[in-house]
């Protein structure tokens, strides 16, 4: 059996966080065919005409709230919510450097020509740093420069295409342009000319100039601004790192200076100079009416010329600039945030993303059709389970959704129509083609995988809510534990009908499994016991296991001459079926405490609570335990020496709670700020 587990690929979700309101953006590779987006701590790259998903080898200190990506697709960086940066080498899925920002990043970019300088957002301040070079440096990132002149938190920054002028929009409703190097005679402009918070900001050129800014604000006031420029009088340009182009040791030898006109960091002033008598204006104004709804977030395409616009409502519109005539108009949803847009370099796929249902989609504008249309459980998944051939991964959420996800590509295909009406908590392989869900509306549903539809919808004579549920390996008979009364119940799959309700627990059936042999039924309660019941020999006595905890898990061996059960106590017992008694028990008590919460007041050494396995399973022969619980760690055992062979840890995100084995209690508890 291996141990060096790794992370392949995530399946549940393409964006977002299911427990968080917010999000990070999404990028586009310089190709236009992939997709970069982020789950919680993780970074997903989808690629949109293999279809498969790549999940990069890293992990964030804890949420990711912005990604931006170079030009060459050589650096991607990302920025958590704890405002920790990870300077990535993108093919290679490497950490090249980690730096933390003193302030929170809302948006960051890299210049578009060359990419050797990224701008990034610093409360009313902008920096520019520096990025990595193939040559040996001593430090990754070095500060170029801060540019200053706003009175409220940056927004949002736009390059010039010849990356010589860099533009901000702020909070307080009004833009600045800069250009990169100290460039004589001029002076850092202000536009003033919205109502709300400036959302998106693009510069473009005409020719070697600067002529146009592209402006949209939270209102849905789209500003076109002009330059216009007087060339009567000639433009110097002084540049602060001109060392390299005069070569003082040859000019005191006898050597001759360069000429003005040579000088390779010169020639990358060609917009910078004409700003200098430049003059902006406000050319046009559009504006985006929506009804009770902001502008949440925008993207442009300049190669394409659309400009795509995503509201709070749900609805998103594309325009066609610079006349901004509508050309589409859609909802993805009622009151569904787009937090995030993208168009790629040629602008005909656009992606939406939604944090709420953590939906990601890509639409094709030309052709009105969906490229790409992943959205994971609203709520959270709550249970899970793999087909016999290991190629279809079905999933239940608190959403009361089943979703079916191809184990190879990590893509969702379908989400079966009737959906139960509660949380589902089990699901359940009848046979390759047969899935059913067990959910706390009283219903055991059988789902068809060919024709994706129920077939089959199991109840009881009176209303209960199931917990657990259970298939004999012949696939006709389903069973289903209730949480009260506390009853087991058996049915028919072809015909559906209720054959036996069995009896004898005092508390709610949480876990059930049957011998592989088929015919016996092994059942897991929160009363202390795990009980043995013989579906076609009712003349039979049940057999029963007692422990000294509530039992919260069960598992057959493969042979079916052991059970494994899991105790709120921390242990995990196994049990001989032949003669009923007790052969090995492992305390793990300490193996699967995770970290301190947030509200916790002990440490996490001192706190019991939570500390117990929740699920177990066993290898394929039979000599280990696989075991997890409600900690960030999965263990492994072996069972003839009872020994803990390889415990890993699941998650690093510290946005979860219990993650951390020391929390300051300082910055929690309010007697700390006291």
């Known amino acids: 059996m291996k141990f060096n587990y790794k992370l392949q690929r995530l399946c549940g979700a393409y964006y977002g966080c299911p427990t968080g309101e917010g999000g990070s953006n999404v990028v586009y590779d310089s190709t236009g065919n992939s997709l970069i987006s982020a789950v919680t701590n993780r970074i997903q790259v989808l690629n949109l005409q293999s279809h498969t998903v790549r999940t990069l080898p890293i992990e964030a200190r804890s949420n990711i709230r912005f990604l931006a990506l170079s030009k060459d697709d050589s650096l991607l960086i990302a920025v958590d919510v704890l405002n920790y940066a990870l300077l990535i080498s993108f093919h290679r899925g490497i950490v090249l450097h980690r730096f933390k920002f003193s302030e929170r990043v809302r948006h960051m970019a890299f210049s578009p020509a060359s990419s050797s300088y990224l701008a990034v957002t610093h409360g009313k301040h902008v920096q520019v740093w520096c990025t990595p070079r193939m040559q040996k440096e001593l430090t990754p990132l070095v500060l170029h420069r801060t540019y200053t002149g706003l009175g409220d938190d940056v927004t949002c920054l736009a390059w010039s295409p010849d990356e010589s002028v860099l533009a901000a929009g702020s909070r307080d409703c009004s833009i600045r342009i800069w250009t990169l190097h100290s460039t004589l005679n001029y002076e850092p402009v202000t536009l003033a000319g919205h109502k709300r918070a400036i959302v998106g900001l693009y510069l473009l050129a005409s020719g070697d100039r600067v002529?146009?800014?592209?402006?949209?604000s939270e209102d849905g006031a789209l500003v076109t601004w002009e330059c216009e420029y007087n060339d009567d009088e000639s433009i110097q340009v002084e540049d602060m790192d001109t060392t390299d182009d005069y070569d003082a040791v040859g000019f005191f030898t006898g050597g001759t200076a360069p000429a003005p006109e040579e000088s390779k960091n010169t020639s990358s002033f060609t917009n910078a100079e004409h700003l200098v008598k430049g003059t902006w204006k406000v050319k046009n104004r559009h504006y985006f009416n929506q009804d009770n709804a902001i502008v949440s977030t925008v993207s442009y395409s300049e190669r394409g010329q659309i400009l795509a616009v995503g509201f709070s409502s749900g609805l998103f519109g594309l325009y066609e600039m610079p006349s901004a005539a509508n050309l589409h108009t859609l909802s993805i949803g009622s009151n569904q945030l787009i937090r995030a847009s993208a168009l790629n370099y040629s602008g005909e796929w656009l992606a939406l993303a939604c944090p709420k249902s953590q939906q990601l989609l890509v639409w094709e504008w030309r052709s009105e059709t969906y490229v790409l249309k992943q959205r994971g459980?609203?709520?959270?998944?709550?249970c899970m389970a793999y087909s016999p051939d290991g190629v279809i991964l079905c999933t239940g959420g608190e959403d009361g959704k089943i979703k079916l996800w191809n184990a190879t590509s990590g893509f969702c295909y379908v989400t079966l129509e009737q959906n139960h009406t509660a949380p589902v908590t089990a699901v359940a392989f009848a046979k390759a083609s047969v899935v059913l869900s067990a959910s706390l509306d009283g219903t055991v549903r059988a789902h068809d995988l060919h024709r994706y539809r129920t077939f089959r919808t199991l109840t009881t004579p009176t209303p209960v809510q199931f917990l657990s549920l259970a298939i004999d390996p012949s696939g006709e008979i389903v069973t289903a534990g209730s949480t009260d009364p506390f009853h087991i119940y058996a049915w028919n799959l072809q015909t559906g009908k209720l054959l036996d309700v069995?009896?004898?627990?005092?508390?709610?059936?949480?876990?059930?499994?049957?011998?592989?042999?088929g015919g016996v039924l092994v059942s897991a309660s929160w009363d202390g016991t795990v009980k043995l019941w013989d579906l076609y020999k009712r003349n039979i006595a049940t057999e029963s296991l007692q422990h000294t905890a509530d039992v919260v898990c069960v598992a057959c061996r493969p042979d079916g001459k052991e059970i494994c059960s899991g105790t709120t106590g921390g242990m995990l017992c196994i049990w001989d079926v032949e003669t009923g008694r007790l052969k090995y028990e492992i305390d793990g008590r300490r193996d699967i405490s995770g970290g301190r919460k947030m509200n916790d007041r002990m440490t996490a050494d001192n706190n019991a609570a939570g500390r117990y396995f929740t699920s177990v399973c066993y290898s394929a022969d039979g000599s280990f335990i696989l075991a997890g619980g409600n900690s960030k760690y999965v263990c492994i055992y072996e069972l003839s020496?009872?020994?803990?062979?390889?415990k890993f840890q699941v998650t690093f995100n510290r946005s979860l709670d219990?993650?951390?084995?020391e929390v300051r209690s300082v910055l929690h508890f309010d007697i700390g700020r006291q």
């Open 211 to 216: 002529r146009t800014c592209y402006s949209v």
């Open 377 to 382: 459980h609203a709520y959270g998944m709550r």
């Open 502 to 517: 069995f009896t004898g627990h005092t508390g709610p059936v949480c876990s059930m499994a049957f011998q592989p042999s």
């Open 641 to 646: 020496q009872q020994i803990l062979l390889k």
């Open 658 to 661: 219990g993650v951390l084995d």
